[in-house]
């Protein structure tokens, strides 16, 4: 079994996948993290699969939460990336470094990134040590074509919580 787990971290490894950063809000409390685990999963009617590790405090605060906010990460936005997958809610304000805007729900939407979907989540999914949450988007724009900041380019952020 062992051999077959190494064989398979071994074939994610190779992959390189586009990351987001993950917003919400419950209250007056605001959560963001960066997430390598997403995908849409329908077209019609469309959904999408936001992963939250469970010893994020974004998951904490999405448990509470009705909307999720979901940011593409283009290329150039390494600070960004590094500011949401390498410092923990537990322990810093993100959203006191970086311009953001109140978006459906008060979830906030980060004014540096110009594609963005608010989607309601409509189910949670336990997933090992991510739980899953399933979104229908509600509100969004899109406006760069531009290159991602991708899972490769974010190995050298140390996660802001424990792996």
Known sequence: MASEHA??????????YPLFIVTTAAGEERAGCLVG???QVSIRPPRFLACLSIKN???RVAVRASVLVVHPVPAD??????LFG?????????????????????????????DWFAGRILSRSDLGDHSGFLLEPIEGQAWRSTA????????????GHEP
């Open 7 to 16: 064989q398979f971290n071994r074939l994610m490894s190779l992959l390189d």
């Open 37 to 39: 685990f997403a995908s």
């Open 57 to 59: 405090h974004t998951y």
């Open 77 to 82: 936005e390494e600070e960004l990336a590094a």
């Open 86 to 114: 390498g410092q923990t809610g537990d322990e810093v304000d993100k959203f006191a470094q970086c311009e953001w805007k109140p978006g459906p729900e008060g979830v906030p939407v980060l004014s540096r990134l110009e």
């Open 148 to 159: 991602q900041f991708t899972f490769r380019r974010a190995k050298w952020i140390e996660p």
